[in-house]
């Protein structure tokens, strides 16, 4: 089956880096794009970046880009999401997803929680 | 950017309810848009997709409508299990927005 385990959340000061992965199995990994979506505490849903299946686009928010970097090892069937600069804005539950093209995310991770505190 | 505004952003309704849900883009996005369903600790479960295609595994009574500007998600009869907090979600363009969510509690 289908499964997406996100890893790698922690408790991390303002300003330093935290790289999250996201391990997939169950399917073709290299046929899908991975995004990542964001969640803070009792707030609503917000996409952060995607890659493509061959890892050679990438498309990020404007809230992360330039500090935020998405890349993959298909060899690995993983995703990450390296994430530098973080301010307490970031603190949230990251959840990686499975893309359909241009139709929906239909495969979510559990989360993974990042909290950015000093 | 396209901006998706979800009304209501709270519903309280009773076992058997009809609900209904509507999501408003800010621009033309064909049937490019996606709703999901996200019940406490736990990841967005995907109801709908292109606007009126159900999630294989998803009940009946679940149904979407709309295209363009204006979309629909209906709940027939509401159940139990079905209070939880709803997504929806473009995919014509990036960034991919999502709505501000609407709250389904019981009444």
């Known amino acids: 089956q289908v499964q997406l385990v996100e890893s790698g959340g922690g408790v991390v000061q303002p300003g330093r880096s935290l790289r999250l992965s996201c391990a997939a199995s169950?399917?073709?990994?290299?046929?899908?794009?991975v995004h990542w979506v964001r969640q803070a505490p009792g707030k609503g849903l917000e996409w952060v970046a995607v890659?493509?299946?061959?890892?050679?686009?990438?498309f990020y928010a404007d809230s992360v880009k330039g500090r935020f970097t998405i890349s993959r090892d298909n060899s690995k069937n993983t995703v990450y999401l390296q994430m530098n600069s973080l301010s307490t804005e970031d603190t949230a539950l990251y959840y990686c997803?499975?893309?359909?093209?241009?139709?929906?995310?239909?495969?979510w991770g559990q989360g993974t929680l990042v909290t950015v505190s000093s | 950017d396209i901006q998706l505004t979800q009304s209501p952003s709270f519903l309280s309704a009773s076992v058997g309810d009809r609900v209904t849900i509507t999501c408003r883009a800010s621009?033309?996005?064909?049937?490019?848009l996606a709703w999901y369903l996200q019940k406490p600790g736990k990841a967005p479960k995907l109801l709908i997709y292109?606007?009126?295609t159900l999630q294989s595994g998803v009940p009946s009574r679940f149904s979407g409508s709309g295209s363009g500007t204006e979309f629909t998600l209906t709940i027939s009869s509401l159940q139990p299990e079905d209070f939880a907090t709803y997504y929806c979600?473009?995919?014509?363009?990036?960034?991919?927005?999502f709505g501000g969510g609407t709250k389904v509690e019981i009444k």
């Open positions: 997803a499975r893309a359909q093209p241009y139709s929906s995310f239909d495969y």
């Open positions: 169950g399917f073709t990994f290299t046929s899908y794009a």
């Open positions: 890659i493509s299946d061959d890892g050679r686009t990438k």
């Open positions: 621009q033309g996005i064909s049937s490019s």
């Open positions: 292109t606007a009126s």
């Open positions: 979600q473009q995919l014509y363009s990036y960034p991919r927005t």
